[in-house]
């Protein structure tokens, strides 16, 4: 099984800054990583799918990169609107593994 | 649109059973392999069950295996969860998935359905 460890569990930023988040997975997945927004009372959502693939509607702020085993997922220029859990999720294998979540909050 | 409608969350005892369903609508179902995953009450998402697009092939992780069974009845685009021998910690929000075109990434979810188990 591969294990996908996600950090930090928390961030707090003010508008306009930086935010990267990481997952680490205990084996090669090639790129198959997707990452997930998920705000208070809504299913996950998908902003990058396999492939660091942004969907379509997704604002050009948000981008991911990696490939293996360390991946990173950035928002550049963070909004009020980013505040939500982000997770990310490795689709390479079953059983299919999510990390554990970052919240982020707004300073 | 697609939409993902989940139904069928209750309060079960422990080693009870319950069957979940996941009326799909705006897309192909029976083009689409689906899944379901669950997110527990500390926000953990765990991946539950997978179906292939014509229902030949399950998949499910060793927490569940032998427990649950996914099903799918693409007349009815509609698709299911039967769980048995319900444990505390099923105790969960079920989310069904549609898994993307090409690749598996889950692009679009279900508002999700709540199964409590205690007794």
Same mark, same amino acid.
């Given at each position: 099984?591969?294990?996908?460890?996600?950090?930090?569990?928390?961030?707090?930023?003010?508008? $306009?800054?930086?935010?990267?988040?990481?997952?680490?997975?205990?084996? /090669?997945? /090639?790129?198959?990583?997707? =990452?997930? @927004?998920?705000?208070? $009372?809504?299913?996950?959502?998908?902003?990058?799918?396999?492939?660091?693939?942004?969907?379509?509607?997704?604002?050009?702020?948000?981008?991911?990169?990696?490939?293996?085993?360390?991946?990173?997922?950035?928002?550049?220029?963070?909004? +009020?609107?980013?505040?939500?859990?982000?997770?990310?999720?490795?689709?390479?294998?079953?059983?299919?593994?999510?990390?554990?979540?970052?919240?982020?909050?707004?300073? | 649109?697609?939409?993902?409608?989940?139904?069928?969350? /209750?309060?079960?005892?422990?080693?009870?059973?319950?069957?979940?369903?996941?009326?799909?609508?705006?897309?192909?179902?029976?083009?689409? $392999?689906?899944? =379901?995953?669950?997110?527990?009450? /500390?926000?953990?998402?765990? =991946?539950?069950?997978?179906?292939?697009?014509?229902?030949?092939?399950?998949?499910?992780?060793?927490?569940?295996?032998? &427990?649950?069974?996914?099903?799918?009845?693409?007349?009815?685009?509609?698709?299911?969860? @039967?769980?048995?021998?319900?444990?505390?910690?099923?105790?969960?929000?079920?989310?069904?998935? &549609?898994?993307?075109?090409?690749?598996?990434?889950?692009?679009? =979810?279900? @508002?999700?359905?709540?199964?409590?188990?205690? +007794?």
């Amino acid at each position: 099984e591969t294990t996908v460890t996600q950090s930090p569990a928390s961030l707090s930023v003010a508008t $306009g800054e930086k935010v990267t988040i990481r997952c680490i997975t205990s084996t /090669d997945i /090639d790129d198959d990583m997707n =990452w997930y @927004q998920q705000k208070p $009372g809504e299913p996950p959502k998908l902003l990058i799918s396999e492939g660091n693939t942004l969907r379509p509607g997704v604002p050009s702020r948000f981008s991911s990169s990696g490939y293996g085993t360390d991946f990173v997922f950035t928002i550049e220029n963070t909004l +009020s609107e980013d505040v939500a859990d982000y997770y990310c999720l490795q689709s390479d294998n079953m059983p299919y593994t999510f990390g554990g979540g970052t919240k982020l909050e707004i300073k | 649109e697609v939409q993902l409608v989940e139904s069928g969350g /209750d309060l079960v005892k422990p080693g009870g059973s319950l069957k979940l369903s996941c009326a799909a609508s705006g897309f192909t179902f029976s083009s689409y $392999g689906m899944s =379901w995953v669950r997110q527990t009450p /500390d926000k953990r998402l765990e =991946w539950v069950a997978t179906i292939s697009s014509g229902g030949s092939y399950t998949y499910y992780p060793d927490s569940v295996k032998g &427990r649950f069974t996914i099903s799918r009845d693409n007349a009815k685009n509609t698709l299911y969860l @039967q769980m048995s021998s319900l444990k505390s910690e099923d105790t969960a929000m079920y989310y069904c998935a &549609r898994h993307g075109a090409v690749r598996v990434s889950f692009d679009y =979810w279900g @508002q999700g359905t709540t199964l409590t188990v205690s +007794s």
